[in-house]
């Protein structure tokens, strides 16, 4: 190529760019990473764009039916209500989480009078085939195109007019235009700019399938993240759970996670979501066990936090947490350690939540703190005891909205009592406070302060 004094290297790994090769990158770290990348070509969506004028925000017109009911309960909720028309989604995750199973159950369960094709640049199409028998989908309406060159792709699209179109994955398709490589950054970017303008002129819905590495890069694919309208990552759970969870969406939120079990037959949606990620268990908890609600999207789960306080080596304190971030395991040891005077700077704290749930939310400060001080006192928490909070600095307990719908949640588990912050949240919605959870459940416990909620939480069940 004659633009080889303009060509760059860049890190597959990070996006990093150097002017010329190196054996390691730089910015993160990684080993033979880099690949020569020539300056992008023009793509051809630039000349469509041309074509595209403004218009006045009262004009636009709201077509009906914009949406498309996947089929499949989680993947509607986990896109807000729905498969967006025109839009272009990323699915990504490690290689075996189950992308092309979800991808192929959605093929056949979508419901559209349109076709579906399923290109297909990982598998033969006897491979698929077999998958669908043994995934019990049939359907005239799904087509399987195995190419990896784009333009052959775009013809295609263009031959069928796919309402759904499915490629799997974005590293196996390429443009001739720029190499016959597929993978790299360029050729990611091109040719998902290419099929994200297909899918946008046409109306059609785009998802993209992704590899993230075990590092938890989207190796290429990151570059896709910033042009599509959604990017949702498919995560494994312990035993067979897996977790659709949004971290982008121009059409919904990005809080609700959808809930799988993988079985033989695929995919399946699980019944009672709400007690899947709890341990069972008869007579007295170990120590540094407890339960909290959560919120997570619309609906309540009962999660088990587990936690383990050992003395540290050396008298350095570390924390092993990858469930709920680590600054916030290190906030309420230190919290637990000035209010209640609970000795952990020189222990070693391991922090994990049962079924392989991340959790971001607030509410599980209490509960990390209780599971923390009870493993550090070797001390269980009564059994059938839930707890949920957040903690201040101050060694205060602070409101969680919807604490009516957790405390239902939890009588329905079964649970005797309900450890919870005594304040009201200001009005609105999802602000019912203490009275209305006692509406629901009458086994509420609500405390002010850190200590209030020890004395709540460790003394015998009444
Ligand atoms: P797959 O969809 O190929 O994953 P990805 O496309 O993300 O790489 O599924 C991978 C795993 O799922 C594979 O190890 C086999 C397992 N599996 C089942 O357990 N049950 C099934 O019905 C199917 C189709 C796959
Ligand atoms: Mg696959």
Redesign the pocket.
Same mark, same amino acid.
């Given at each position: 190529m004659s633009a080889k004094s303009k060509s760059v290297f860049v890190c597959s790994a990070c996006q990093h760019q150097e002017p010329k090769w190196l054996g390691r990158c730089p910015e993160c770290g990684s080993w033979n990473s880099l690949r020569e990348a020539a300056p992008a070509a023009a793509p051809r969506s630039a000349a469509r764009a041309e074509e595209a004028q403004s218009v006045p925000l009262d004009a636009i017109q709201i077509r009906e039916g914009l949406r498309l009911d996947a089929g499949i309960e989680e993947v509607n909720r986990v896109l807000g209500g729905g498969i967006m028309k025109g839009s272009a989604v990323l699915i990504a /995750?490690e290689? *075996? @989480? /189950?992308?092309? @199973? %979800?991808m192929l159950q959605l093929a056949s369960r979508v419901r559209t009078e349109g076709r579906t094709l399923y290109v297909s640049g990982?598998e033969s199409p006897a491979q698929i085939r077999l998958?669908a028998e043994? %995934?019990g989908v049939t359907g005239g309406r799904i087509e399987v195109f195995p190419a990896t060159e784009l333009a052959a792709v775009l013809r295609t699209c263009d031959r069928l007019k796919p309402v759904v179109l499915i490629v !799997?994955s974005i590293q196996t398709v390429y443009s001739e235009d720029i190499g016959t490589v597929p993978g790299t950054v360029n050729q990611v970017r091109l040719c998902g700019q290419e099929l994200i303008g297909w899918a946008k002129t046409h109306g059609a819905a785009l998802f993209l399938?992704g590899h993230v590495t075990k590092e938890g890069y989207i190796a290429g694919p990151k570059v896709v993240e910033h042009m599509v309208d959604t990017v949702l990552y498919?995560e494994t759970g312990s035993s067979g759970i897996r977790l659709l969870r949004a971290v982008k969406n121009r059409f919904g939120s990005v809080d609700e996670i959808g809930i799988f079990q993988? /079985? !033989?037959? *695929?995919l399946a949606q699980v019944e009672n979501p709400a007690a899947l990620f709890l341990t069972r268990r008869d007579g007295e908890l170990p120590p540094g066990v407890v339960a909290a609600p959560v919120y997570e999207g619309t609906r309540v789960l009962l999660v088990e936090i587990q936690s383990l306080v050992v003395p540290a080596k050396g008298g350095i304190s570390r924390v092993f947490s990858d469930r709920i971030d680590a600054g916030r395991v290190s906030r309420m040891a230190a919290v637990l350690e000035k209010h209640l005077k609970a000795r952990l700077a020189d222990q070693d704290l391991y922090v994990n939540v049962g079924g392989g749930l991340r959790i971001a939310e607030v509410g599980i400060e209490l509960p990390l703190a209780m599971a923390l001080y009870s493993a550090r006192l070797n001390q269980p928490v009564p059994a059938l005891t839930a707890v949920v909070g957040e903690v201040s600095l101050a060694g205060e307990l602070r409101p969680v909205p919807h604490l009516d719908r957790r405390a239902r949640a939890v009588a329905e588990m079964s649970f005797t009592r309900l450890v919870c912050p005594a304040g009201g949240m200001p009005e609105g919605p999802g602000r019912a406070g203490v009275a209305g959870a006692h509406a629901e459940f009458a086994g509420l416990r609500p405390a002010a302060t850190l200590a209030e909620a020890v004395r709540a939480c460790f003394t015998a069940t009444a």
């Open positions: /995750g290689p *075996g @989480t /189950g992308k092309s @199973t %979800l990982e998958r043994r %995934l !799997d399938v498919f993988m /079985g !033989d037959a *695929g």
